[in-house]
């Protein structure tokens, strides 16, 4: 056989194996194993507009004195209805201010479904535009920080909270920052 007729077998496989190669390298990274920077680090500073109230801005600054946990979420996002409950319940103890971060959403559908599923949070802040979540670090929704009372980033959780993260990990790190007060 002439060398020749090989020549387009060989150049598909290559293509094959090239279209291959692509595919797996643009896979989706596993957000659980990409460690945030700002562990152990000063929260980022921002200064964003209150979802229920656009006039009123609220500054990082407002919210230091006492830890927060600061959840990402959207209308849009489906993994945060899942989550939603058992954050109202974790919101509900009192423990920990909760404080919304609503990402990339229209006010309109952000309000429309805290009024479907019930409002949490001690305040929504709004970032329609998202600027503020990359300096965060924010991957996706939903994500959460523990930011303790002098405005030390202590935790960042990717996902979906769960009974089991908040009694393992959260809770645990919560009575830590309680009793180094």
């Known amino acids: 056989m002439k060398p020749s007729r090989w020549l387009p077998l060989a150049a598909f496989a290559l293509l094959a194996v090239l279209l291959a190669a692509g595919v797996w390298m643009s896979r989706k990274p596993d957000r659980d194993a990409l460690p945030s920077p700002l562990l152990g680090k000063p929260a980022p500073e921002f200064a964003l507009p209150v ?11 407002d919210l230091r004195g006492q830890p927060f946990l600061l959840n990402v979420w959207g ?8 989550e939603h409950p058992v954050l109202t319940k974790f919101a509900e103890t009192k423990r920990v201010r909760v404080v919304g971060y609503n990402w990339k959403d229209e006010p309109a559908d952000a309000l429309r479904w805290l009024e479907q599923f019930g409002n949490p949070f001690m305040v929504v802040l709004s970032d329609v535009e998202g600027r503020t979540a990359l300096d965060w670090g924010v991957y996706g929704a939903p994500e959460t920080f523990l ?15 769960t009974d089991e993260i908040i009694a393992k990990e959260l809770l645990p790190l919560v009575t830590k920052i309680e009793a180094e007060r």
């Open 51 to 61: 979802l229920h109230d656009p006039g009123y801005t609220v500054k990082l600054s």
């Open 75 to 82: 209308s849009w996002c489906v993994e945060c209805r899942v």
């Open 147 to 161: 930011v303790d009372g002098k405005g030390i980033v202590r935790w960042k959780h990717v996902g979906p909270l």
